[in-house]
């Protein structure tokens, strides 16, 4: 992995009165791969620094280089072929199917058209959207957040190095919003795009981001990782900034799989009864998590009320959504755990295979270590 994106001493002057600095000699690296979020109190140079990246707005001063080339020296339609862009609002073409939409800058770099099908077919498949379903669909069909995923699903069809993505779920209501977050991470995962993400949201640049960009009146306050924003802030502002519940912020840096203990005490859904009160003895666990002949998690059983006319696990298990998947963050699973009774949660995968438990006691460790 090398360098994808270079600031050097980067500024935006305004002439008029004052000649104001919207950005003043804004410098960072950005890994291949990497998300940083640009974050920051309003009016402090945030779309201001990203439009400048794709020459939406000309420098004053400075360098920018993408993958090595001063952009400078790029022709427009070069340089933006190279960068995805995700507005708030989305911007989709009404008169346009979803695939049409998708296929927009495929058709202008003249792919043909089998492999600009497969590439629409693909993203719609990587953003969880049937493309059975969506297709040939009207983007006013769809909800807000179907919009914004087609709006990313556009923004890498030419398979840009860099995305650049203005306050993409800003407008979005906070439960979808942080679906839409966890969506785009898997995604992200898959495709590795190196992103520079504007956001008002301090938790979201935290969630989102590898690096943090913090900025305050077009200055670069710190550049550093979540991690170390939050346990070694530079100064009072972005201690301030950041907040005051600092450890809990740091539960949206790890993973539930980073925490989970691999030993949950498992009972095969066809087990008989007695098999099930003696693993209870064997764990001294309150619950048994129940599961099928593929690991699948089926339900809990408690061992304080078996009815007495069960004979097989089955029949004293009861459906529980106790669950996570081990991606999710370990803020999420507090919070779940706090939801449910049973003083753990069931982590599983994708498929719903169980692969752990998770205790309060794994998250106090995993924020000590």
Not at 91 to 117: R, V
Not at 143 to 160: F, K, T
Not at 175 to 200: A, C, D, P, S, Y
Request: proline content about 5%; glycine content about 8%; aromatic content about 6%.
């Amino acid at each position: 992995m090398g360098t994808m994106l270079s600031l050097q001493k980067v500024t935006k002057i305004y002439p008029g009165a004052g000649h104001i600095k919207a950005v003043d000699e804004l410098s960072f690296d950005l890994e291949e791969g990497e998300i940083c979020t640009v974050v920051g109190p309003s009016g402090c140079g945030k779309t201001t620094a990203m439009k400048m990246i794709n020459r939406l707005i000309p420098i004053t001063s400075g360098k920018i280089y993408i993958d090595g080339s001063d952009i400078s020296r790029l022709n427009t339609i070069e340089l933006r072929r190279r960068i995805g862009y995700v507005i708030q609002n989305i911007g989709l073409f009404p008169n346009m199917t979803i695939g049409e939409n998708i296929a927009i800058i495929p058709k202008l770099l003249k792919w043909d058209k089998p492999k600009i099908d497969e590439k629409v077919l693909r993203l719609l498949e990587l953003v969880s959207l049937d493309p059975d379903e969506f297709r040939d669909r009207d983007p006013k069909e769809l909800s807000g957040g179907q919009q914004q995923r087609i709006g990313v699903a556009r923004a890498m069809a030419g398979d840009p190095p860099i995305m650049l993505m203005d306050e993409p779920f800003g407008a979005i209501d906070p439960i979808n919003r942080g679906n839409l977050q966890n969506e785009f991470l898997k995604v992200q995962e898959k495709v590795k795009k190196t992103i520079v993400f504007v956001t008002h949201d301090i938790d979201e640049a935290i969630k989102m981001g590898d690096k943090i960009c913090l900025l305050k009146d077009g200055h670069l306050v710190q550049f550093a990782s979540p991690e170390e924003m939050l346990t070694h802030p530079k100064n009072d502002f972005v201690a301030d900034f950041v907040g005051g519940d600092r450890t809990l912020k740091r539960l949206n840096l790890f993973t539930i799989k980073r925490a989970m203990r691999e030993d949950p005490p498992l009972i095969h859904r066809d087990e008989t009864i007695e098999t099930a009160h003696t693993l209870f003895s064997k764990t001294d666990s309150r619950y048994l998590i129940c599961i099928d002949s593929d690991g699948i998690l089926t339900g809990m059983i408690a061992r304080d009320s078996i009815p007495d006319t069960a004979s097989r696990v089955e029949d004293a298990a009861a459906p529980t959504q106790a669950w996570m998947t081990a991606q999710a963050s370990l803020k999420d699973g507090l919070s779940e755990i706090f939801t449910h009774d049973y003083g753990f949660l069931i982590v599983v995968d994708d498929s719903k295979k169980v692969l752990g438990w998770l205790h309060t006691e794994d998250i106090k460790e995993t924020l000590k270590g």
